[in-house]
């Protein structure tokens, strides 16, 4: 199983760059799909996430200091997520990291611990 993780690149404040994230290995259509982000110094933070919710539903959740920029998609036909960022700022500044973890009753999936796989980062700089 991999998740490989890419559209990442140096971009000005108030830019816009879209991360894929292409899962091979095995089928992810039923499990959630995640951004996280570790800018340095700092701790693995949730992003963005979302959940398949059945009969082709899906359920999105973002942190506070993205709703509003950035939008989670995915095409379960090509098993890739997506992250589309617009309107960055200097303090998205990270390495960016995609996983993916099982459907759970009542999950927010907004926490390192409900992700079983991981992609491998890839770096976004805004620069100001």
């Known amino acids: 199983v991999q998740l490989q993780a890419s559209g990442g690149g140096l971009v000005q404040a108030g830019g816009s760059l879209r991360l894929s994230c292409a899962a091979s290995?095995?089928?992810?259509?039923?499990?959630?799909m995640g951004w996280f982000r570790q800018a340095p110094g700092k701790e693995r933070e949730f992003v963005a996430a979302i959940s398949w919710s059945g009969r082709g539903g899906s359920t999105y959740y973002y942190a506070d200091s993205v709703k509003g920029r950035f939008t989670i998609s995915r095409d379960s036909a090509k098993n890739t997520v997506y992250l589309q960022m617009n309107s960055l700022k200097p303090e998205d500044t990270a390495v960016y990291y995609c996983?993916?973890?099982?459907?759970?009753?009542?999950?927010?999936?907004?926490?390192?611990?409900?992700?079983?796989?991981w992609g491998q980062g890839t770096q976004v700089t805004v620069s100001s």
């Open positions: 290995g095995r089928t992810f259509s039923s499990y959630a």
């Open positions: 996983a993916a973890g099982p459907p759970q009753e009542g999950g927010t999936y907004v926490y390192t611990e409900d992700y079983t796989y």
